[in-house]
């Protein structure tokens, strides 16, 4: 089941979009995840996190929710971040359950 698009995919949108900026994710040296959020704002206020994931030999281990918080408290910061949206498969239940636990600080699905 996929869960999350391909990386490479996810690059050539960055290099195509120049308003989406790519992000390792690394912890000790070691790139654990990815993650492409747009670092321009849409009209209604909102930001997107386009892409976000972790690989999966380094998933439960809390990288993931270290990494999108702190992408969250840098875009919340802006004075013009109404909302954050993140796009996600809507079946990816651990994504849903992490984006719920961050539910309070701007985050939308």
């Known amino acids: 089941m996929e869960l999350v698009a391909c990386n490479a995919d996810s690059l ?13 994710i690394f912890s000790e040296g070691m790139m654990v995840g990815f993650i492409l959020f747009d670092n321009e704002i849409y009209k209604d206020g909102y ?7 972790i690989d999966e030999r380094f998933q439960g281990k809390g990288y993931g929710k270290l990494a999108i918080g702190e992408v969250i408290k840098m ?4 004075v013009v ?3 954050i949206r993140v796009s996600h498969i809507p079946h990816n239940i651990a994504a849903n359950k992490l984006y719920k636990d961050l539910g309070s600080q701007k ?3």
């Open 75 to 78: 875009l919340s910061a802006r």
């Open 107 to 109: 985050l939308e699905s």
């Open 47 to 53: 930001y997107w996190i386009l892409r976000f994931m």
């Open 81 to 83: 971040c109404k909302q």
């Open 12 to 24: 050539l949108h960055a290099t195509n979009e120049l308003t989406s900026v790519p992000y390792g």
